[in-house]
């Protein structure tokens, strides 16, 4: 990912201190890459290119095995979460009853795509592809919490309705 596309590091010295010990943990561990990002993910939420970058240094490996890794595995996520996660259902039920839509209103609403976080921290999106309500199809969840039976309409009022507690 070019500088430009990258969101902005913000790591806090706190952080960079917890990793550097978990990097010297697993330093001279056979196969102490994993744990060592699965460890660095807890810490900052994922694993941005800096946070990589480190990692490759203070392992001794190449960055391109690094990123290697994180992009192999799925529980690895290379761009930040915001702090209320939206999840839409793109499962067979659900998706034959327009959850493609929903999606996208989200989308247009937040002005992001899918994996990407606002801005301002407060939004990200992802899509998977079964959340096992499939009777209440289409489904999505905010933090957790699920909405069924949506429309493109009843999700963005949703996403509206967390906007307005953050007034």
Same mark, same amino acid.
Request: proline share 6%; charged share 25%.
């Given at each position: ?51 990589q ?9 190449p ?5 290697g890794?994180?992009?192999?595995y ?13 999840s ?14 929903? =999606? %996208? ?5 937040? #002005?992001?795509?899918? +994996?990407? $976080? !606002? @801005? ?6 992802e ?8 009777? =209440? %199809? ?5 933090? #957790?919490?699920?909405? +069924?039976? $949506? !429309? @493109? ?11 307005s507690?953050?007034?």
């Amino acid at each position: 990912m070019d500088n430009e596309n990258r969101p902005v590091f913000r790591g806090t010295p706190k952080q960079e201190r917890e990793l550097k010990k978990v990097i010297e943990k697993h330093k001279n561990q056979p196969g102490g890459l994993m744990p060592t990002l699965q460890e660095a993910q807890g810490i900052y939420g994922y694993l941005p290119y800096e946070v990589q970058k480190m990692i490759a240094e203070g392992l001794g490996v190449p960055l391109s095995e690094v990123y290697g890794v994180a992009t192999f595995y799925s529980q690895f996520s290379l761009t930040p979460k915001g702090e209320h996660r939206i999840s839409v259902c793109l499962g067979t039920a659900c998706y034959v009853k327009g959850a493609d839509k929903i =999606l %996208a209103a989200i989308e247009e609403r937040l #002005g992001i795509k899918t +994996g990407e $976080c !606002t @801005p301002d921290g407060l939004f990200s999106i992802e899509s998977c592809r079964c959340l096992g309500a499939c009777g =209440l %199809a289409p489904v999505m969840t905010v933090d #957790g919490e699920v909405y +069924g039976k $949506c !429309t @493109p309409e009843s999700a963005v009022k949703v996403i509206e309705s967390y906007l307005s507690k953050e007034v």
